[in-house]
């Protein structure tokens, strides 16, 4: 795996430190706004609910399930060997959230519809870039 | 004449350069064809034209994604411009079309020549195809290995198959249909005979969609004049804008669009369908994008020509899409099999049916045609008619 080239790595900014960085812990956070206390992603400097300006981060449970997601067949990315797997995951604390991530740690044939699955994290670099797998 | 302002515009003249794969041509010479072509065709002169636009106007080629730009034509055509637009807005498709539409009916400008120039061929040819969000550099895309719209239409279409049942076989359908009707037009750049089983067995690109499922990068250029019905002429045989839907509702984000279930298609169609009296029923022929395969059954849903969920069953078999079906569909080949030329491709056909230059894939009689562009958070639609 040595020869492989490595996965892209983000570029960390204030807004988006806590969602790239919060694996350290071992926790997934997510932005909520500090008035109505709703969930939202990606990070932004506003509520996309009320509109709010003031924004912090919470923990989630990392738990979720897969809203939609493509065994990816070709390559487009440098480090993502084919089949790799695409997946939109709607998280359980709230789910009208959707982060856009892989699944990981199951044969792509075995990726469902609906599949319950819970953040884990991979080290690239500075940062852990939150993916999932199926809930064991 | 009343109702909505874009009723006061025509389609005056249309024009297309050579197109097909790797042509070896400029960009800007296949610009200048199609844009003459299109000026002679309205039976005006350069100095007649005195409104221009094109999308995408932005710097550099992108891999032959972007043509000449607005000021580029300007000052090569010395036209006097009582109104321009070089768009930028990444989601525009055939936005510049309602904006040269919009440009008309508010007597901003008479004629209005919008172009649109694609050498993806060509410059795919040169290396390795370009992984069009792989450059975005979108933190939110590249770090999950996400390079392509295809992922994403992927990702409508596992949700169309888990939640309707809609099976590899019915969506064929879209690239089988296309394809046949390439067969009768000599533009198309893949017009051999297609098989489902040729479907089937072709390799998988992002599941489920496959080889056939994803449009062919192409060489062309577009061009229309856009014109208020007030300077035709009798010896014109222009297309009437009926109504034109635009809008995008929800995000404008592909990777963080809330519900597959939706596209901006059904806002934008929502939006069409409120901007005149006739309805789905009316339609003769219609030309919808099939970018990918997946959004040609959602836009069908979308602009209710079958209820939600139902679009795989009313594409297969092809009866209901045939030049003498229900709802001829796609009658050029679609992106799928005539070429990618974003949009352009299908109101150029459209333009062909509605003034009945269509050769051996005329639908007779056709009088009223739809043409709808754009997947996920991208919509417009356009219903064309050859009745004043
Ligand atoms: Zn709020």
Redesign the interface.
């Known amino acids: 795996m040595g020869a492989e080239p490595a996965?892209?790595?983000?570029?960390v900014d204030d807004l988006?430190r806590e969602f790239w960085t919060g694996g350290e812990r071992g926790e997934l956070r997510i932005t909520a706004c500090a008035e109505c206390g709703r969930l939202f992603?990606?990070p932004g400097p506003i509520c996309p609910s009320c509109h709010c300006r003031r924004i912090t981060y919470v923990v989630v449970s990392g738990s979720g399930t897969v809203?939609?997601?493509?065994?990816?067949?070709?390559p487009?990315?440098d480090?993502?060997e084919t089949p790799?797997v695409?997946?939109?995951v709607r998280l359980r604390d709230q789910p009208?959230v959707?982060l856009?991530?892989?699944i990981v740690g199951v044969d792509p044939e075995e990726v469902r519809?609906g599949m319950d699955v819970e953040a884990v994290f991979e080290t690239r670099a500075q940062v852990q870039?939150p993916?999932f797998r199926p809930t064991r | 004449m009343t109702g909505v302002p874009e009723r006061q515009v025509i389609i005056s003249g249309v024009g297309r350069s050579a197109v097909g794969r790797r042509l070896g041509r400029e960009s800007l010479d296949l610009t200048l064809d199609a844009c003459l072509a299109a000026i002679a065709d309205a039976g005006l002169a350069p100095s007649d034209i005195d409104g221009l636009t094109t999308w995408p106007d932005i710097k550099g080629e992108l891999g032959g994604f972007v043509g000449p730009s607005v000021a580029q034509m300007q000052q090569l055509l010395r036209l006097d411009l009582s109104w321009h637009l070089g768009a930028v807005d990444g989601g525009n498709v055939l936005g510049v079309l309602a904006e040269a539409a919009l440009a008309v009916s508010a007597r901003l400008a008479r004629h209005v020549l919008v172009y649109r120039t694609l050498t993806e061929a060509s410059a795919h040819g040169a290396r390795k195809p370009r992984a069009v969000l792989a450059n975005s550099g979108d933190p939110w895309l590249v770090t999950y290995g996400v390079g392509s719209t295809v992922q994403f239409a992927a990702m409508w279409a596992q949700h169309h198959f888990h939640t309707y049942g809609t099976t590899r076989e019915q969506l064929a359908w879209v690239a089988l249909n296309g394809r046949r009707h390439a067969a009768l037009n000599p533009d198309a750049i893949f017009a051999e005979p297609l098989t489902i089983d040729d479907y089937l067995r072709a390799r998988m690109i992002s599941e489920p969609l496959g080889l056939f499922d994803c449009d062919i990068p192409s060489d062309g250029a577009h061009a229309l004049v856009v014109s208020h019905r007030d300077f035709r002429r009798d010896t014109d045989a222009p297309v009437f804008l009926e109504a034109m839907g635009v809008a995008r509702p929800r995000t404008s984000s592909w990777a963080f669009w809330p519900d597959l279930d939706e596209m901006a298609a059904d806002g934008c169609a929502e939006q069409l369908w409120s901007r005149t009296t006739l309805g789905p029923s009316d339609v003769d022929v219609a030309g919808l994008y099939d970018g990918f395969s997946i959004f040609t059954l959602l836009w069908l849903e979308a602009l209710g020509f079958c209820g939600r969920g139902e679009s795989g069953a009313f594409v297969e078999g092809g009866e209901r899409t045939g030049l003498t079906g229900i709802l001829p569909l796609n009658t050029s080949g679609g992106q799928l099999s005539e070429g990618r030329y974003v949009g352009f491709g299908f109101v150029h056909e459209m333009c062909q049916q509605l003034r009945h230059r269509a050769g051996g894939r005329q639908v007779v009689g056709a009088e009223v045609g739809l043409v709808a562009v754009g997947g996920g958070p991208l919509a417009q639609a356009f219903l064309l008619t050859n009745r004043s």
């Open positions: 996965r892209p790595v983000p570029v988006t992603h990606p809203d939609s997601f493509t065994v990816v067949r070709r487009w990315i480090g993502y790799y695409v997946a939109r009208d959707v856009l991530s892989n519809m870039v993916v």
